[in-house]
T-cell receptor
């Protein structure tokens, strides 16, 4: 059984460019989460998807950030007009989604984004 | 609002000695608490969680955590540390107010186990 996968593992971009980060959740998991981990910091919640419900976007830091989840599976986090402060590791996680409060989240290896 | 605090940025312990990584929380309602570990250049791995029942929760790699409601703590423990336990540890609480999906993580505690 494959775990959560993310691509690319590393992304270096220039300030002002757009980037797309991809997450493939564990098969059958209906809940999917994005977090950001800045150097020396804890995890910052960005967004989550649960089934066909409207996503919780409350953690997105600005309107340059957006995410979608197609077909209830793969998710893409898009950052437009990247800034240097966007440099971080972006982690994706998924869970069964059957019981929100007690579900265990399984994390991918992350995408390390560096904005020059 | 739910919150979690890890008061120590770093914990140093000698191999073979017991280790404790501290975590305190603030929630409205029942606390659902988690511990994760992050090894270098890898994602977070689930260690254990407290939902209800026994206050002592046993998890992966010989770790356990003790839930203490009166002290609002959920400290991570291991009787005998290994050098391979050196990693970054995160305590987390589930934000029930948002339907339970949003997880609030502590800032992390870096554990160094010296041989």
């Amino acid at each position: 059984g494959a775990g959560v996968s993310q691509s690319p593992s590393n992304k270096v971009t220039e300030k002002g460019k757009d980037v797309e980060l991809r997450c493939d959740p564990i098969s059958g998991h209906t809940a999917l989460y994005w977090y950001r981990q800045s150097l020396g910091q804890g995890l910052e919640f960005l967004i989550y998807f649960q089934g066909n419900s409207a996503p919780d976007k409350s953690g997105l830091p600005s309107d340059r950030f957006s995410a979608e989840r197609t077909g209830g599976s793969v998710s893409t986090l898009t950052i437009q007009r990247t800034q240097q402060e966007d440099s971080a590791v972006y982690l994706c996680a998924s869970s069964w989604g059957t019981r929100a409060s007690t579900d265990t989240q399984y994390f991918g290896p992350g995408t390390r984004l560096t904005v020059l | 609002a739910q919150s979690v605090a890890q008061p120590e940025d770093q914990v140093n312990v000698a191999e073979g000695n017991p280790l404790t990584v501290k975590c305190t929380y603030s929630v409205s309602g029942n606390p659902y608490l988690f511990w994760y570990v992050q090894y270098p250049n890898r994602g977070l791995q689930f260690l254990l969680k407290y939902i209800t029942g026994d206050n002592l929760v046993k998890g992966s790699y010989g770790f356990e955590a003790e839930f203490n409601k009166s002290q609002t703590s959920f400290h991570l423990k291991k009787p005998s540390a290994l050098v391979s336990d050196s990693a970054l540890y995160f305590c987390a609480v589930r934000d029930i107010g948002t339907g339970g999906f949003k997880t609030i993580f502590g800032a992390g505690t870096r554990l160094f186990v010296k041989a």
